[in-house]
């Protein structure tokens, strides 16, 4: 079956640039996303990319995408203490949020 | 700006014991979900509504029941809890099946002991 991994931790000076990475085995993705989720909260849709992207910008989020290598990554610019969090990269064939399959999250803490 | 509210926000249960986790958004959104967490895991799907009145199977089903109760609620039924149920639940909703946005619930961490 599909699989989404991710590594499970990361730790970032405040104001550094984080790299969080992600990679899927399904070739037929069409839908990536990255989700955030904060201490006691529900995940928060960040961005996504549609797979005929290379690259997506949306602030200080830039989501790069290796179709090829399978490969998803989410760059934070001047990494703030708000943005620690745990990040979910999740795959989708359709558009359905029935059908992600999601990674098991990277805990990104940033360090003042 | 309430969004999707689940409740309890946290639960011990004895093995074999009963309960259900509720689910209500207020965003008129047409479809439901109800994931789990494990740590070192994605959220797995474990049955979802499409629309009111119909619910599936999602990736994990085994020892869940569902009820979409109405347009706004959806619940999550033990019958009889294992430890293996011990678990984060995320309750989310969509606008449409094929939508490509979820929001999700702050979640019910459940022990079951």
């Known amino acids: 079956g599909e699989d989404v991994e991710q590594s499970l931790f990361l730790s970032v000076r405040e104001g550094d640039s984080s790299v969080i990475n992600c990679t899927y085995t399904?070739?037929?993705?069409?839908?990536l996303y990255w989700y955030k989720q904060e201490p006691g909260a529900g995940l928060q849709l960040l961005t996504y990319?549609?797979?005929?992207?290379d690259m997506k910008q949306d602030q200080r989020l830039t989501v790069l995408l290796n179709k090829k290598d399978k490969h998803l990554s989410l760059r934070i610019a001047d990494t703030q203490t708000g943005d620690s969090a745990i990040y979910f990269c999740a795959e989708g064939t359709t558009g359905s949020a029935r059908q992600l399959t999601f990674g098991s999250g990277t805990q990104l803490t940033v360090l003042p | 700006n309430a969004g999707v509210t689940q409740t309890p926000k946290f639960q011990v249960l004895k093995t074999g014991q009963s309960m259900t986790l509720q689910c209500a958004q207020d965003?008129?959104?047409?479809?439901m979900y109800w994931y789990r967490q494990d740590p070192g895991m994605g959220l797995r799907l474990i049955y979802y509504?499409?629309?009111?009145?119909?619910?599936d199977k999602g990736e994990v089903p085994n020892g869940y029941n569902v009820s979409r109760l109405n347009k706004r609620e959806f619940s999550l039924r033990l019958e009889s809890a294992a430890p293996s149920q011990t678990s984060v639940y995320f309750c989310a909703s969509s606008e449409d099946w094929g939508d490509t946005e979820a929001f999700f619930g702050q979640g019910t961490r459940l022990t079951v002991v």
């Open positions: 965003m008129n959104h047409n479809s």
């Open positions: 399904d070739s037929s993705s069409t839908y």
């Open positions: 990319i549609f797979s005929n992207m």
């Open positions: 509504s499409a629309s009111e009145g119909t619910t």
